[in-house]
């Protein structure tokens, strides 16, 4: 089974600057998709940026890149200028490309609670 | 406007008072399932539904009951709540199982079982 495992529970960052968040994944399958979900206190669930496994270019989104590392299986996000509405919990998040034996399920880390300070 | 709700959203009720957490899509997603969320450990899946009348166990599904009679709609039932599965519970679908396209999540259902 995989396992995703994210070892900081809490970052802080001063606005304006950059952190990166640590994600590591437990996996046998060489196709699957990684996911970055922000969880910010209203609790609802927002996509922060996807990876498919057999890209090797790392996705960016505006302030928002990964560094994927397949043979590491290292899955970090880093944020650029930070904002204050980016405090908030992320996910780190693994999918199966195998939809039909693994029913498709996302296998989340713990998450890693983000605090931006002014 | 594409969404995924959830009723109600916030419920606190006693052990073993059967309840039913409702989840309706209106994309056409033949994927949907429902997740719980607990402090440490993130989320986890319960059960899934690859499409109508097509569900199966997640990770966690001990206490639950789903159905898929209707591809918008996927309920999870809780037929005799017990204080262990005070939660947030989330719905999600995406368009197909093997999709790399993402889940959309509803708004979460807090629980409280006393």
């Known amino acids: 089974a995989q396992t995703v495992t994210q070892s900081q529970p809490e970052m802080s960052v001063q606005e304006a600057e950059t952190v990166t968040l640590s994600c590591t994944y437990d996996?046998?399958?060489?196709?699957?998709?990684l996911f970055w979900y922000k969880q910010p206190p209203s609790r609802q669930m927002i996509l922060v940026i996807r990876q498919e496994a057999y890209k090797q270019q790392n996705a960016t989104e505006n302030r928002f890149s990964v560094n994927f590392q397949k043979a590491a299986k290292s899955f970090s996000l880093k944020i650029s200028d930070s904002q204050l509405g980016d405090a908030a919990m992320y996910f780190c998040a693994y999918r199966s490309a195998l939809g039909e034996t693994s029913g498709s399920r996302l296998t989340f880390g713990e998450g890693t609670q983000l605090t931006v300070n002014p | 406007e594409a969404q995924v709700t959830q009723n109600p959203r916030y419920l606190i009720t006693v052990t073993g008072k059967k309840l039913t957490v409702t989840c309706s899509q209106n994309m056409n997603h033949e994927y949907m399932s429902w997740y719980r969320q607990d402090p440490g450990l993130g989320l986890r899946q319960i059960y899934y539904?690859?499409?109508?009348?097509?569900?199966d166990k997640g990770d966690v599904p001990e206490g639950y009951k789903v159905s898929r009679k209707e591809k918008r709609n996927f309920p999870l039932i809780l037929e005799s709540p017990s204080p262990n599965q005070t939660s947030l519970y989330f719905c999600?679908?995406?368009?197909?199982?093997?999709?790399?396209?993402?889940?959309?999540f509803g708004d979460g259902t807090r629980l409280s079982i006393l």
């Open positions: 999600a679908s995406s368009l197909e199982a093997r999709s790399n396209q993402p889940q959309h």
């Open positions: 539904s690859m499409n109508v009348e097509v569900t």
């Open positions: 996996t046998s399958e060489s196709d699957y998709y």
